[in-house]
């Protein structure tokens, strides 16, 4: 089978990891504001990325940001919880986060302290990553309804003890992160807030392993989580005559040299290879550049090569 769903022309994928997606669920009571003033605080033009490919990039998570945001604010004044949010995807590391709150203060001046607080964190802690960063509190209107102070600190506390980024690294293959996870979406409803998460590895034992880390760490903040399905993992094929295929057909056609690698992503190959761990499988594709970003694109001048590299494989199979 080869499959057509990496990134780079000049390389062909020969094992993808393994993933779950977990949904963290805090059930909310809502209430009046008890303060006049409200504001809206925003973590905005972060990189992002895919959480696979990118998660070994260094870059923030605009969520993991949001809730620090959260907590400094409620070290210098009384704070109600409105909202909090962050779109896009749960395999995408998020460049954007926002929170509503209410407080007794009129001044956003005072919050101007938080927003210095997190510029520095993220230029000390990111700075060689994250250069377009923008951090915003600004007056808003008044909410209709805010969270109980319990259910504010059990989702705050939740994300901020929650693992994200690279874990563990392959003891196996250089450069491989063997294990991650990643806090995307968070989405506040009209009867909870939920916070999805997804923890990926190339060992089907540590998705498992981290899963049940996240269901304890749910119940210590009184969060309740739930885990779908795990999707498998694809190992390496150490007798696979279609990798080697691959990698002549592209050095005739290209004259240098295909790189066979690991990808710390879930390709559909994984399925295929729990039905049949027999079946003889390769991924490849054209330069996709940023993937899961906002700045995703395709660099058109490998799409014909990626084609011609296609049809030569299959030229080769026939003979």
């Known amino acids: 089978m080869i499959n057509c769903d990496s990134e780079d022309f000049d390389v062909l994928t020969i094992s993808s990891a393994g993933s779950v997606n977990i949904d963290a669920e ?10 006049r003033f409200a504001y809206e605080f925003t973590i905005k033009d972060l990189h992002g990325g895919h959480s696979g490919e990118a998660i070994n990039c260094g870059y923030a998570n605009a969520v993991k940001i949001a809730a620090q945001a ?13 909202s909090f949010n962050s779109y ?19 001044d956003v001046k005072v919050f101007n302290v938080v927003v210095s607080k997190i510029n520095k964190y993220l230029n000390e802690a990111y700075g060689h990553t994250e250069k377009n960063f923008k951090v915003i509190c600004k007056p808003c209107e008044l909410p209709e309804k805010v969270m109980s102070d319990e259910d504010m600190r059990s989702i705050v506390d939740f994300i901020n003890l929650s693992m994200t980024g690279v874990l563990k690294m392959s003891t196996v293959e250089k450069d491989l ?5 990643n806090i995307g979406p968070v989405v506040t409803r009209e009867n909870h807030v939920i916070i999805y998460c997804f923890p990926r590895s190339s060992v089907d034992i540590l998705v498992e392993e981290i899963t049940s880390l996240y269901k304890q760490l749910g119940k210590r903040c009184g969060v309740r989580v739930v885990s779908a399905e795990p999707a498998p993992g694809w190992p390496v094929n150490p007798d696979s005559k279609l990798k080697d295929i691959a990698l002549e057909t592209f050095k005739e ?67």
């Not at 805090?26 to 303060?35: A, G």
């Not at 995807?89 to 709150?101: D, G, K, L, M, Y």
Request: proline content about 6%; charged content about 25%; hydrophobic content about 35%.
């Open 253 to 319: 056609q290209n004259g240098y040299d295909m790189q066979a690698k690991s990808m710390h992503a879930g390709l559909e190959c994984s399925y295929f290879y729990a039905k049949n761990p027999h079946l003889d499988m390769v991924s490849i594709g054209p330069n996709n550049i940023d993937i899961h970003s906002p700045n995703e694109r395709l660099e058109l001048k490998t799409l014909v090569p990626y084609v011609k590299l296609i049809k030569g494989m299959v030229e080769k199979l026939d003979k």
């Open 70 to 82: 959260i907590t400094f604010i409620g070290r210098k004044t009384e704070i109600e919880l409105a």
């Open 88 to 106: 896009k995807a749960r395999n995408v590391i998020p460049s954007e986060a926002t929170f509503v709150f209410t407080t007794p203060l009129s």
């Open 177 to 181: 992160v063997e294990l991650s996870a």
């Open 26 to 35: 805090r059930r909310i009571t809502w209430h009046k504001p008890e303060y």
